[in-house]
């Protein structure tokens, strides 16, 4: 149940919605034109990118640590420098987890808080300055 202090992992509905929400949020990625700007980024193959993402948010929604326990500290600034990231790239990804939360059928309340979380999150991987900041 629901309380004050309950994690954004339980909130989500733990394990299986983690996997879900990384699930739609790379199925979008790859389905829909309006985000081949940061689709171009990626591999061609995208299943470690899903593997890793859903191990990470584990952790940073407060549940199991589990892209720790395999990898150690996940130093994601650095790991985005090969990437360029500017406004514009933070602003798709945003887009792309937004619509994935929607469509994972998370609560709206929970959803802007993460919101505001994916964006302190992403605008602290942005290594160029593209406008629009
Ligand atoms: C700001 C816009 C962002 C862009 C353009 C971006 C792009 C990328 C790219 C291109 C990769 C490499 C994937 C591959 O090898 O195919 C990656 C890896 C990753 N990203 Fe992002 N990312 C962004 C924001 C975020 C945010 C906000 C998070 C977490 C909340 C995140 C978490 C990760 C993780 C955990 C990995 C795997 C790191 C590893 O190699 O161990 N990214 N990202």
């Known amino acids: ?77 650095a790991r985005h420098l090969a990437f360029a990231i500017g406004a514009a790239e933070r602003d798709l990804w945003l887009a792309c987890m937004s619509r994935a939360m929607e469509d994972a059928g998370i609560d709206e309340n929970l959803r802007r808080s993460l919101h505001d979380a994916f964006f302190k999150t992403g605008d602290w991987m942005r290594n160029q300055a593209n406008g629009r900041e």
């Not at 790859?30 to 584990?58: C, M, N, T, V, W």
């Open 1 to 77: 149940m629901a309380s004050a202090q309950a994690t954004p992992y339980q909130r989500l509905g733990g394990d299986a919605k983690v996997r879900e929400l990384v699930r739609r949020f790379y199925d979008l990625m790859e389905a829909e034109p309006a985000y081949a700007g940061i689709r171009k980024l990626h591999q061609p193959d995208l299943s470690q990118a899903r593997e890793k993402l859903y191990l990470f948010l584990s952790g940073w929604l407060g549940g199991p640590q589990l892209y720790a326990e395999r990898f150690g500290h996940p130093m994601l600034r």
